[in-house]
């Protein structure tokens, strides 16, 4: 079954630090697509990031960037010189073949110390 | 990107009760979700809204419980029936811009059932 994980459900960095949250994913479709998200406390949910299988290099936006490892299956993501609104839980998720539903991790709460 | 409207942004109902929520997109979109969020958990697709036809509904959830309209391409309605505290949760609406796969959201509906 498609499924997709983050192990990590609390995170703690300092600001200014860089800090990587991780992300591995389970499909048998040569493509597919890898995203992620931030969801503030407010409840809207922001999209960050997208990876496509066959992209060549690694996405970046801005102060982020996706660490993909496709032969291990991790789209891991990496938010660099961390700031104090970046405190918010984050998901990945993703999307194979023809099928444009989106399976969801279960999400990681980065708190972002002053 | 697309600019999309959800309202109400919060809202506390008395069981029992009906609330529709409403998302309007700045742009034709082909395809609409309406998620649902309960605390502390990931999202869950509730339906893709189809313009011009009856909702496609995931395992779990009916009709006559999460009725949703789709009379045009920029427009869609999710409404939660006779409802139970236990339909408290973030109701959230995405359209998918056709373009990389990617989902944008709605800033999301917080909803207390009493």
């Known amino acids: 079954a498609q499924k997709i994980t983050q192990t990590q459900p609390g995170m703690f960095v300092q600001e200014k630090e860089a800090v990587t949250l991780d992300c591995t994913y389970d499909?048998?479709?040569?493509?597919?697509?890898l995203f992620w998200y931030k969801q503030p406390s407010s409840g809207e949910m922001i999209f960050l990031i997208y990876q496509g299988s066959y992209d060549q290099q690694n996405a970046t936006e801005g102060r982020y960037s996706l660490n993909f490892q496709k032969a291990r299956k991790s789209a891991n993501l990496v938010i660099s010189a961390s700031q104090l609104g970046d405190s918010a839980m984050y998901f990945c998720?993703?999307?194979?073949?023809?099928?444009?539903?989106?399976?969801w991790g279960l999400g990681t709460s980065l708190a972002v110390n002053p | 990107s697309a600019v999309i409207s959800q309202k109400p942004s919060r809202d506390i109902c008395q069981r029992g009760t009906s609330l529709t929520i409403q998302c309007q997109v700045d742009?034709?979109?082909?395809?609409m979700f309406w998620y649902r969020q309960q605390p502390g958990q990931s999202l869950t697709l509730i339906a893709t809204a189809n313009q011009g036809s009856e909702a496609t509904y995931e395992s779990g959830f009916v009709i006559d419980k999460f009725p949703i309209s789709r009379p045009n391409l920029t427009f869609s309605t999710l409404t939660v029936s006779n409802m139970s505290p236990e339909d408290s949760s973030i109701y959230l609406c995405?359209?998918?811009?056709?373009?990389?796969?990617?989902?944008?959201f709605g800033a999301g509906t917080r909803l207390s059932v009493l």
């Open positions: 998720a993703y999307n194979a073949g023809n099928n444009r539903k989106l399976i």
């Open positions: 995405s359209v998918d811009t056709l373009a990389k796969n990617i989902q944008y």
């Open positions: 499909t048998s479709d040569p493509s597919y697509g």
């Open positions: 742009s034709q979109v082909t395809m």
